[in-house]
């Protein structure tokens, strides 16, 4: 079992920034990818960033050159650095390790426009 707790989502302006904070534990076996999706209302989940055990990093086309996704291996927590914030980037945000299908509650992010 995998547990996953994210943190650091809130409202904010268009233009605004965040950092969104994500803790894994549980059974959890090196080396493994973690990752950052999100879920708009009426829309389906969606990949944002990802991240690998060697620290390369992927992100997507709506994201690229605003967000930055890191890592601390020995803490287990991944991180998401978003700026220039639209309002289309408003959406619950999940983190995910490698490819188990479990998920936390996610942490809401609102951008106002």
């Known amino acids: 079992q995998v547990q996953l707790v994210e943190s650091g989502g809130g409202l904010v302006q268009a233009g605004g920034s965040l950092r969104l904070s994500c803790a894994a534990s549980?059974?959890?076996?090196?080396?493994?990818?973690m990752s950052w999706y999100r879920q708009a209302p009426g829309k389906q989940r969606e990949l944002v960033a990802v991240?690998?055990?060697?620290?390369?990093?992927n992100y997507a086309a709506s994201v690229k050159g605003r967000v930055t996704i890191s890592r601390d291996n020995a803490k287990k927590m991944v991180y998401l650095q978003m700026s220039s914030l639209k309002p289309d980037d408003t959406a619950v945000y999940y983190c995910?390790?490698?490819?188990?299908?479990?998920w936390g509650q996610g942490t809401q992010v609102t951008v106002s426009s």
């Open positions: 995910r390790v490698g490819g188990v299908n479990s």
């Open positions: 549980g059974s959890i076996f090196s080396p493994y990818s």
């Open positions: 991240i690998t055990s060697s620290g390369d990093t």
